[in-house]
């Protein structure tokens, strides 16, 4: 079974992962300010962008890439980081191929703007770093596929869908693609479920969403 645990992500980062970064011009111009403001992404961008603009100007920078290109970028840095102990200065996208994939595969069930299959990925790189492939098809197998394709409309939130649902089926197994088609909710699953397994399911959900820092608990509506 996958065990989810707290990992203190750059809550700075996070929050743009979370929030609606649709590409428009306000979009941008909010970006370069919010960026400009935090000392830590800003001082990672001037150490790790030179290769884009040697002045390290946030609104050329965020002109060559877009919004996406340089949240590849800094979810790269911060993965090396964590893996190796600095920040590096020449970055590589390679660390973070299999999440592109993962979010690629996924894009049409979740709404665009929002990077939370991206950060669903990104969190569970930082636990099982070679793995990550292999956990994200244990994730979403063809199963969990063919469902998203007869019943999934868009959802903001499919990263907590997506976790409910592997826990579910590893307790209940494949009753639960019934379930949800007859419509029972959240909760009604959630009583079939022993009082051990409740608290295991409980307890990694949390761990996410602490590591994401969501105080929001987010269940019934995403399933």
Request: proline letters at 1%; aromatic letters at 14%.
């Amino acid at each position: 079974m996958i065990e989810l645990s707290f990992v203190n992500l750059p809550d700075d980062f996070t929050y743009l992962l979370r929030s609606n970064m649709q590409t428009s011009g306000r979009v941008f111009s909010g970006l370069k300010s919010y960026l400009n403001d935090r000392k830590g992404i800003k001082g990672i961008i001037e150490c790790s962008f030179k290769d884009i603009d040697k002045d390290c100007r946030f609104d050329r920078i965020i002109n060559s890439l877009g919004w996406l290109g340089l949240r590849d970028r800094l979810a790269a840095i911060y993965l090396a980081h964590f893996h190796e102990g600095h920040f590096p200065h020449q970055v590589t996208l390679e660390s973070i191929t299999d999440i592109l994939d993962f979010e690629t595969k996924l894009k049409e069930y979740s709404l665009e703007g929002f990077s939370r299959l991206f950060l669903l990925g990104w969190y569970l790189s930082f636990i099982y770093d070679q793995d990550t492939r292999k956990t994200l098809d244990t994730i979403v197998d063809s199963k969990v596929l063919s469902f998203l394709k007869k019943n999934c409309n868009r959802n903001q939130y499919l990263d907590i869908f997506l976790i409910n649902l592997y826990y579910f089926r590893e307790f209940l197994g494949d009753d639960i693609f019934k379930f949800l088609e007859q419509g029972y909710s959240y909760q009604d699953i959630f009583s079939n479920l022993s009082e051990s397994q409740q608290h295991i399911m409980t307890k990694n959900i949390l761990a996410y969403k602490a590591s994401l820092n969501e105080s929001e608990f987010i269940v019934e509506e995403t399933i």
